[in-house]
């Protein structure tokens, strides 16, 4: 049994956003004192965070003078440098500013649209100069609330030309930078375009540089939107477009509650970790959540050890579920394959497909085959329940 303490390998990193939610909700004040980048760099390193990660405007306020947008910049790289924490991805807040009451980049305002990249290529240089190789898109407002405002293939091309003009910009800065696009079904629009991982994978062949952009998916909005999650990572896994991935918590037909990561669905959390561990994810894990409005900070380390102590517990398990020896023989049974069959698989070819058009199946003798994945399923609750 191990002590789950952290360690660099897993790449454990928190937004500033995130330990830095002073929880304020669309119907109460915040209940917490805002702390500075500097100091929520020291707090993530005291919980033993590995990094950090920052929209533009948690960084510098949208409104700061450069002169104390420099200060905040040397507190934030004072504290970087003594805690020796890495800040692997940026992003841009594109979502907070009314100006993008109506969307960013699918605006119906032309001028928008171009603040939009302006305030994006700003943002880029500014992650890049803290040393992120992953650049997340989340289009909080791309979206809209009546379906009369906005004809939705014009809300397609214009993140298409958006994405399109920025990846050129990252080619033309020669930045060693990729993109990852985070999908959101709703909230705070009523609808948000492309709305599922799925989409984004989807949308991204239809880009110019489809090699410099992947997803970043998040276990909450995919879980609104009532998928698997393990399914879509994997789906964006086996693309080659894992480039990142958030990870919290959220219960069905709810606000995006980005909670404590396991917090909720703990299977579907194994399940994940089991996947990641398994392909040997190498990317940043990310824990875009927040502590309950209830804690103070003392409560907000608690949640932020949670995330990753949770995590570390189901890696465990997942290798525990690997060793299992009854486990892995119904597993063995599982995916025991029957050879007879290989003259029928795999790829085309017409003495395949004639040779198969002769052959008998029982249909009902293969009906009736039972495949203990009840069993299975029990075996793997008493790993969970700690049982096993
Ligand atoms: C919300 O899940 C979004 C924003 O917090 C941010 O733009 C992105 C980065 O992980 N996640
Ligand atoms: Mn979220
Ligand atoms: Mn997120």
Known sequence: MSDYTPTPEMKFTFGLWTVGSIGRDPFGAPVRDPKSPAELVRLLSEVGAYGVNFHDNDLIPIDAAPAEADAIKKDFRKALDETGLKVPMATTNLF????????????????????????????????????????????????????????????????????????????????ALKFALEAKPNEPRGDIYN????????????????????VNPEV????????????????????????????????????????????????????????????????????????????????????????????????????KWNTDKEIQEIVAEIEAQDPAMDKYLGAYSAEKADALRTQDFDREAIAKIGLKYERLDQLTVEVLLGVR
């Open 96 to 175: 907070g500013d009314p100006i993008f009451k109506d969307g960013a980049f699918t605006s119906n305002d032309a001028k928008v649209r171009a603040y939009a990249l302006q305030k994006t290529m700003n943002a880029i240089d500014l992650g890049v100069e803290f040393g992120a190789s992953i650049y997340v898109f989340w289009g909080g407002r791309e979206g809209t609330e009546t379906d009369a405002a906005k004809n939705p293939v014009d809300a397609i091309k214009r993140n298409r030309e958006a994405m399109n003009f920025l990846c050129e910009y990252v080619l033309d800065k020669g930045y």
């Open 195 to 214: 709305s599922t991982t799925g989409h984004m994978l989807g949308f991204i062949e239809t880009l110019d540089h489809p090699d410099m952009v992947g």
């Open 220 to 319: 909450a909005h995919e879980h609104m939107a009532g998928l698997n999650f393990t399914h879509g990572v994997a789906q964006a896994w086996e693309a080659g477009k894992l480039f990142h991935i958030d990870l919290n918590d959220q219960y069905p037909g709810r606000y995006d509650q980005d909670l404590r990561f396991g917090s909720r669905d703990i299977k579907a959390a194994f399940f994940l970790v089991k996947f990641l561990e398994e392909v040997k994810y190498s990317g940043s894990r990310h824990f875009d959540a927040h502590a309950y409005r209830t804690e103070d900070y003392d409560g907000v380390k608690d949640f932020a050890r949670g995330c990753m102590r949770t995590y570390m517990i189901l890696k465990e398990k997942a290798a």
